[in-house]
């Protein structure tokens, strides 16, 4: 006989819980645009993110669609991951609808003509955890600063290169893994035996805490991607890493 209803092939009925939609109504409240854009972000729909996002768009402003939605979608795409819900695939699939929600918002923010002054930001060598440098990415260039990316698993050699290379106001870092943290510190201990001193604001999770960030020299503990564009404009007037420290960190 044949298949007259297809909805019911290949339904992989373990991913279709209770528990993403749960989420997504407890994230968008009664915002139902905002609700469109978390749903695409959990589920990974890179076929709708791009309409949704752009529909999202129409009618609140780019850092909101961030914040409110692409954020949103992807704490709750952690929860679901720490809780076991969600393995390899289904995160990677909604990162990757996160990174190109971002790029439309990105685009939206557009950028300033005038420039404000220049940050290099990375995730850290053996590290693929992208996601918050490219929101910081985002919201620095939004703000109008000139951001160069070096992109993910930077090793710590060519991070303290482009300081030298390019005299930064600031550099940003990112890491998730217990594994990768360390090279935050390796790259202020090379920036210290060639004489640079920038100062080196640093988020992510796992062990990337404020104790030890502060740990070393020139790091700057940042919490949220919003502190960044508030850092790099100390910087750029001339804050060292010690009054960033203490302002930021105090
Ligand atoms: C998404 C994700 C992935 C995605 C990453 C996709 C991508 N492009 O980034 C994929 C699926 C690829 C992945 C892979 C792996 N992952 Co993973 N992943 C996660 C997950 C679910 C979410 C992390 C995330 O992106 N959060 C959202 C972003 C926006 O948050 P964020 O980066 O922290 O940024 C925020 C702040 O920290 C801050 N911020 C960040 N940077 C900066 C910088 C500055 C300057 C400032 C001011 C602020 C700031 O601003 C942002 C918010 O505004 C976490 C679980 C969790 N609960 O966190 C695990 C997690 C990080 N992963 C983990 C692991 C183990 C892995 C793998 C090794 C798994 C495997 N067996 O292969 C691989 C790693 C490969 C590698 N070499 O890196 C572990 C790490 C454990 C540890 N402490 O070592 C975690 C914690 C899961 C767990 N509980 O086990 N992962």
Redesign the pocket.
Known sequence: MPIRDYSKVFVRYDLVTESPYYSIKRSAGENQIMARVIESVILGDLDNIENVVKAALEEEDPVDVIYNGL?AG??E???L??EGV?Y?PQ??L???AM?LGLEICEERLGCPVRKRGLVI?HTAE????????K??NALLRASGFEVIDLG??VPVSEVVKAVRQHKPDII???A?????MGALKRISEKMKEEGLSVPF????????TQSFITSFDFGIY???????PK?AEDAERGMSWQGLRRKYNG
Request: aromatic share 4%.
């Open positions: 954020i992807i704490k795409v952690s929860t991951w720490d969600y390899l995160t990677l909604a990162s990757d990174l930001t053996g590290d693929i955890h992208d996601l918050g440098q929101i910081v993910k698993d940003c870092g990112t998730h893994l217990s594994t990768t604001a640093c988020g992510g999770g796992g062990g990337v940042g919490k949220d991607a919003s502190l960044a850092m």
